[in-house]
């Protein structure tokens, strides 16, 4: 080195070089291997072949044969997927009016609530366990023509009402239904973010003179209102994909009232037995959605600024 200095040169010195980034987190990527694998294998290779089967006319015993465009075609020209957009933008529209409001409603009133909060979450979330098959067993029980429900309207000197017959009010069964199950969990989340409202907000409002209308209407609402969208636009996505009350207790009727688009979707692959058009409103149901989620993520990111 003393050479080197002599000559004008600065001596160089070696440092051991520093293993990757990548090798540091190795351990964590590999834990996250099984979960990409399950993705992949059970959420893009359906996708993928859906898109790829829309194309096709499938027939398992003298093989597949590709049509173009010929099953996106049916799809249109089919009376019944025009219903069922009809059903399923009802259903949707039934579930913002009848729920979406609700387990707000009970959130506010919770979070106001000076003794019982936790009986009151516990009861209020107890629906929400319920499995399926007693839920549509209890509730057939309810809209039966000599259940509790038309006993009380006898009761009250008023006419019986066909609940799940008549087309009028069969899908409003249903939504009223499943309101009644699922508003727990979403009255979770939303108490979860009022109670993380800074209570010094609450008591200088008071100081102020604010009566509680006041305080929910302009602390309440408005902390709370990223959350709002963001669960608005879940319920729409969820909404839209529905199916399984309207299978289970209806079977699409009466009279298609109840027909939705995922219920169609099902029905062309197991009753109508025709894949190729059954992928292709998979594929159109997939790409609405997929707008949706972008809607969804982009006030999730909004939210969170």
Do not use: C
């Not at 893009?44 to 027939?59: A, C, Q, T």
């Not at 399923?88 to 039934?94: I, K, V």
């Not at 259940?147 to 087309?167: E, M, R, V, Y």
Request: aromatic fraction near 16%.
């Amino acid at each position: 080195m003393k050479q080197q200095v002599a000559m004008g040169r600065s001596p160089v010195v070696k440092i051991g070089r520093k293993p990757g980034r990548w090798k540091n987190h190795l351990w964590g990527y590999l834990f996250l291997v099984p979960a990409a694998v399950i993705f992949v294998l059970f959420l893009w290779v359906p996708i993928s072949k859906g898109l790829f089967y829309s194309f096709y006319h499938i027939d398992f015993v003298k093989g597949n044969e590709f049509v173009g465009f010929d099953n996106y075609k049916t799809v249109f020209k089919d009376a019944d997927v025009w219903i069922a957009i009809k059903n399923s933008l009802y259903y949707m529209f039934l579930g913002l009016v009848m729920g979406f409001w609700v387990p707000i409603l009970f959130a506010i009133i919770i979070s106001e609530m000076r003794r019982f909060q936790g009986f009151v979450r516990i009861a209020a979330y107890l629906p929400n366990v319920l499995p399926a098959v007693v839920l549509y067993g209890l509730w057939r029980w309810f809209y039966d023509p000599v259940g509790p429900i038309n006993g009380a309207l006898t009761g009250l000197g008023t006419s019986q009402i066909a609940f799940l017959s008549d087309k009028s009010w069969s899908m409003i069964s249903i939504v009223f239904m499943e309101s009644w199950q699922q508003f727990g969990s979403a009255m979770l989340i939303y108490l979860a973010a009022m109670l993380s409202i800074p209570k010094d907000w609450y008591e200088a409002a008071e100081i102020d003179g604010a009566g509680i209308f006041r305080r929910i209407w302009h602390i309440t609402l408005p902390s709370i209102r990223g959350l709002l969208m963001l669960l608005l636009v879940m319920q729409l996505i969820s909404t839209s994909q529905g199916f399984q009350s309207q299978l289970a207790l209806l079977d699409g009727g009466p009279n298609k009232a109840t027909l939705t688009y995922a219920l169609l979707i099902i029905k062309y692959a197991t009753t109508r037995l025709d894949y190729g058009v059954a992928s292709a409103l998979g594929v159109l149901m997939f790409l609405v959605l997929g707008g949706l989620a972008l809607l969804q993520f982009r006030l999730n990111n909004k939210g969170g600024n």
